[in-house]
């Protein structure tokens, strides 16, 4: 069974930076796309970014591009998503998840099977 696991969040000021870790068992981790989502209660869950399996591509939504970053070590059965620049508009609970096939989703929750339990960020103004 894959497990997701986030760690990283916490509260962190308007302009610092934070990095988000998720680390994943139960087999597989490195033949799979991974993503990034994001949610505020009362919201729907926001994608962020994703990563292809190897790292060597990356994907993210306009709301982010140029502040976070999206990487992968499958040594390690772990993704990261580092976050600078952030905006109290960044506030959420911060998910992690598997990709339901070989190939990057579209940046969308239905491609993607297995999920973290999420880690929350707060920015203050």
């Known amino acids: 069974q894959v497990q997701l696991v986030e760690s990283g969040g916490g509260l962190v000021q308007a302009g610092g930076s934070l990095r988000l870790s998720c680390l994943a068992s139960?087999?597989?981790?490195?033949?799979?796309?991974m993503g990034w989502f994001r949610q505020i209660p009362g919201k729907e869950r926001e994608y962020v970014a994703a990563?292809?399996?190897?790292?060597?591509?990356?994907y993210y939504a306009d709301s982010v591009k140029g502040r976070f970053t999206i990487s992968r070590d499958n040594a390690k059965n772990t993704v990261y998503l580092q976050m600078n620049s952030l905006k109290p508009e960044d506030t959420a609970v911060y998910y992690c998840?598997?990709?339901?096939?070989?190939?990057?989703?579209?940046?969308?929750?239905?491609?993607?099977?297995?999920w973290g339990q999420g880690t929350q960020v707060t920015v203050s103004s």
């Open positions: 990563i292809n399996w190897s790292g060597g591509s990356t």
């Open positions: 998840a598997r990709s339901a096939t070989t190939w990057v989703p579209r940046p969308a929750i239905d491609g993607y099977d297995y």
């Open positions: 139960g087999g597989g981790f490195s033949k799979y796309p």
